[in-house]
């Protein structure tokens, strides 16, 4: 049975694919990727020319030299010397070109896997990772850029080249014109497939280790301090150091590959100028070539397998790129979970009000009864103070992120701003909605910028505003660079109850009608639950609030209304002084287990 030429993934139909829509990525840079490429043939050629000339220019001189006749050097000279600049200045240019291109595809490559990340978040990406993410928009994104300066660029060169050397090789002798065909095409086709047969399934699973070490670092860094306690750094390390060993293996069997390709390529080179001497001496010896150009012969030959000397690692490369290419575009071909028109029209906000009825939310994936909201009503007036209570795995989440447009319900209706909560776009609709939750994430850098998140064009003094409001100014005061001051990653460098009040900062300088509390005070000791309780008291002033938590002491000083939930529907309702004078029921169950 006849073997296919490429490995089945790379012919399927899937591969093709992938490599059409990453040819279809790079278009709005083509016209850099075309310059870059003539940069690379010109100095192809130049340095071919200057070989092929220098040998003849060499026998010449000699021979003139035995014979004694007059000779115009000062021309043949010029020539070679133009060729050694050209050469060396296409090089430069070669570089300088190709890399521009490289680079701005990369930061195109990065900011459009970034924006068609985003309308997947955070439903279509709790399956990863967050190690693995990273790896996808930092290594697979890189390998995908190889595509150009690797594999196109070389393929591209090699073709174009090839052809004009053959051609002007074939005015001087169609014997060896044809030779050196033969052996070009041995050297640019057969090697690189028998190279990419041997080292497209390490290519393969380099890949996908790499993934895995990068995710396994990660983790035992994120992780070190449990480890520790636990005891488990050394088979944390221990994992790292298989898969090292595992990455080390597969870049062996690359660099087999690599040099075995090497050495052929050399042998087809060496085998094809003295296969050109073999077929040029007799015709010196009948008159049909001069005898310099016999020299020029041979190294016009062995020069011209410069432009296949690339194409065994562009073949590989491509293995390695499609399938990076895969990593990628298996994340970004999952469907949103709420998909929106381009042009949705955006609805205007005319009161912040909430009003949910019936409303039944299932997961993707769960059972036909496995409802995470289910039947659940309520109903926020403008200026309403509402608490959510109730167990661990009862919904109060999920109904966050419902209102959010995170994740689609299934049945029942909700109202926000007055319209319906489907008839907005998510991020407009998101604009009128400040949430502090249990898990603030501030990014590594200064204080300001991670307070202007919430309000980029918010001026110096709207900050301090919102920060004496939420009793952080006089903190950040005494930082040595004020506002300026990086946090760290994650906010590692301030307290638990210091990121809280950022995230309180953030609220109040998004000013937005509708506030939505979930669990804004986990995981504080009680001094600070306390102090933030307090706080979060002027952030609720004059707004509609959802307050989401399991903490019920400082309910009646915080809310209007208590709503028991359990299993994704509410039990148990009325004032927190109601609840607390009732004898049984949900709320006084939760009261007595705390």
């Not at 690797?150 to 169609?174: D, K, N």
């Not at 080292?199 to 396994?216: K, N």
């Not at 301090?464 to 004020?482: R, T, V, Y």
Request: glycine share 8%; charged share 20%; aromatic share 6%.
């Amino acid at each position: 049975m006849r073997r296919p030429l490429l490995p089945p993934d790379l012919a399927s139909p899937q591969a093709r694919a992938d490599l059409r829509r990453l040819v279809a990525l790079f278009r709005p840079y083509r016209a850099w990727m075309l310059w870059g490429g003539v940069a690379a043939l010109l100095t192809l050629l130049a340095n071919v020319a200057l070989m092929a000339t220098s040998g003849w220019f060499i026998a010449q001189m000699a021979l003139v030299g035995l014979t004694g006749a007059a000779m115009d050097y000062f021309t043949p000279a010029a020539f070679i010397r133009a060729m050694a600049i050209a050469r060396t200045g296409g090089r430069y240019v070669e570089r300088l070109v190709t890399h521009e291109a490289t680079f701005r595809l990369l930061q195109a490559l990065r900011v459009w896997f970034y924006r068609q990340l985003e309308p997947l978040a955070p439903a279509r990406l709790q399956q990863l990772r967050s190690a693995d993410l990273s790896s996808r928009i930092l290594s697979d994104i890189d390998a995908l850029n190889h595509l150009y300066l690797r594999v196109l660029v070389p393929v591209a060169v090699a073709t174009v080249g090839g052809a004009l050397i053959i051609a002007t090789m074939a005015l001087f002798s169609v014997r060896v014109a044809a030779v050196a065909l033969l052996f070009l095409l041995l050297a640019g086709v057969a090697v690189p497939l028998l190279t990419l047969r041997l080292g497209h399934a390490p290519g393969r699973r380099l890949v996908a280790l790499r993934a895995d070490l990068r995710s396994a670092a990660v983790d035992g860094l994120q992780g070190l301090g449990e480890l520790r306690v636990y005891g488990g750094t050394q088979a944390q390390a221990q994992r790292i150091g298989a898969l090292t060993d595992a990455m080390i293996a597969e870049q062996r069997q690359l660099s087999r590959a690599t040099g075995l390709a090497q050495g052929l390529l050399g042998l087809a080179a060496n085998l094809a100028m003295w296969c050109t001497l073999v077929l040029a001496v007799p015709l010196v010896h009948a008159t049909a070539l001069a005898p310099a150009q016999l020299p020029m012969l041979a190294l016009f030959v062995l020069a011209s397998f410069e432009a296949v000397m690339p194409l065994p690692l562009a073949l590989q490369m491509l293995g390695e790129t499609l399938a990076a290419a895969r990593r990628v575009f298996g994340i970004l071909d999952a469907r949103p979970q709420i998909e929106e028109a381009a042009d949705m029209p955006v609805p205007h906000w005319t009161e912040s009000s909430l009003h949910i009825d019936g409303l039944r939310l299932r997961y993707p994936g769960a059972g036909d009864d496995a409802w995470a909201l289910d039947g659940l009503s309520l109903d926020l007036q403008p200026g309403a103070r509402v608490a959510l209570v109730g167990p661990s795995g009862a919904g109060k989440s999920t109904l966050v992120q419902a209102l959010l447009r995170f994740w689609e319900y299934q049945q029942g209706s909700v109202r926000i701003g007055g319209h319906d909560l489907r008839a907005w776009p998510g991020e407009a609709l998101r604009a009128h909605i400040a949430v502090v939750s249990q898990d603030t994430y501030l990014f590594n850098t200064t204080v300001r910028d991670n307070l202007m998140l919430a309000k980029p064009d918010a001026t110096p003094e709207e900050v301090i505003a919102a920060c004496k409001a939420a009793q952080l100014h006089d903190f950040i005061a005494a930082l040595p660079e004020g506002y300026d001051t990086w946090v760290g990653e994650a906010g590692m460098r301030l307290s638990g109850g210091q990121a809280r009040r950022v995230a309180i900062a953030r609220a109040l300088l998004r000013n937005a009608p509708l506030l939505i509390l979930d669990e804004p005070t986990e995981g504080l000791d009680a001094v600070t639950e306390r102090d933030l309780l307090r706080d979060i008291a002027t952030l609720m002033h004059g707004r509609t609030v959802l307050l989401i938590t399991h903490r019920l002491a400082a309910l009646p000083a915080a809310v209007d209304q208590v709503l028991v939930m359990e299993a994704g529907r509410v039990v148990e309702r009325g004032s927190p002084a109601e609840l607390l004078a009732r004898p049984t029921g949900a709320f006084r169950a939760l009261h007595d287990a705390l």
